[in-house]
């Protein structure tokens, strides 16, 4: 089973500019998560997708940070424009479901340095 | 508000050690609670899932138990490797689809 896909890598911008970061969850997996990760610190969730349609995104800066999941599938997260205090491991995870026996799969993560 | 603290923030041992790393959450109604692990610069990989109608799972060197009513769950790792040295962090989830996660442990297994 394919893992979840996320790029790019690594990316370094200057404050103002606008960046955009791409998922792939796992084949079949419906629900899709963004965490945004601070040095240091746990993950935090910004938000959370079911197929098409968001179910939390009560933490996502809304006056910069957007996401779409178009086709219930792929997803981006962008923002515009960055903070100094954006830099972090974005994270994308999946889950097949609900149920008490559906955990995450994470990818490898996007580091983000805002300069 | 459910929140997660993970005790010690850092441990270094001397290969071969078998070690306990804490996870406590302040509320007990929760659906499952999963241990993952994390390298430097690297995504999270999943360790295991404990379900709330469990005490316990293991895979390998790994075993994690959990008690709902006192709010904590352990993560135990026998025969420590430096190939264990990552950060272990823990997340629970409320009932809620999402996970709530821990600052982490860091471990430095020393050869």
């Given amino acids: 089973e394919a893992g979840v896909a996320q790029s790019p890598r690594y990316k370094i911008i200057e404050k103002r500019q606008s960046v955009a970061f791409w998922c792939n969850p796992i084949s079949g997996h419906a629900t899709l998560y963004w965490y945004q990760q601070i040095l240091g610190q746990g ?25 779409e999941r178009l086709k219930g599938v792929d997803s981006t997260l962008k923002i515009q424009p960055a903070k100094l205090e954006d830099s972090a491991v974005y994270l994308c ?8 026996g559906d955990g995450y799969t994470f990818g490898s993560g996007t580091r983000l340095t805002v300069v | 508000k459910q929140e997660v603290t993970q005790i010690p923030a850092a441990l270094s041992v001397p290969e071969g050690e078998n070690l306990v790393l804490n996870c406590s959450f302040t509320d007990s109604a ?33 075993n994690a138990s959990l008690d709902k009513s006192s709010g904590r769950s352990t993560l ?6 430096p190939g264990d040295s990552a950060t272990y962090l823990c997340a629970v989830r409320p009932g809620t689809y ?11 297994v020393l050869a």
Avoid: C, H, M
Wanted: proline share 5%; aromatic share 10%.
């Fill in chain 2, 76 to 81: 135990y790792i026998a025969a420590s490797q």
């Fill in chain 1, 43 to 67: 993950p935090k969730l910004l938000i959370q997708f079911q197929n098409n349609g968001v179910v939390d995104d009560s933490q996502l800066p809304k006056d910069r940070f957007s996401a």
């Fill in chain 2, 30 to 62: 929760i659906y499952n609670l999963q241990w993952f692990r994390q390298d430097p610069g690297k995504g999270l990989t999943s360790l295991l899932l404990i379900q709330s109608s469990q005490r316990e799972q293991t895979s390998g060197r790994l």
């Fill in chain 2, 98 to 108: 999402k996970y709530i996660f821990g600052t982490g442990t860091r471990l430095k």
């Fill in chain 1, 93 to 100: 995870a999946s889950s097949l479901g609900a149920g008490p």
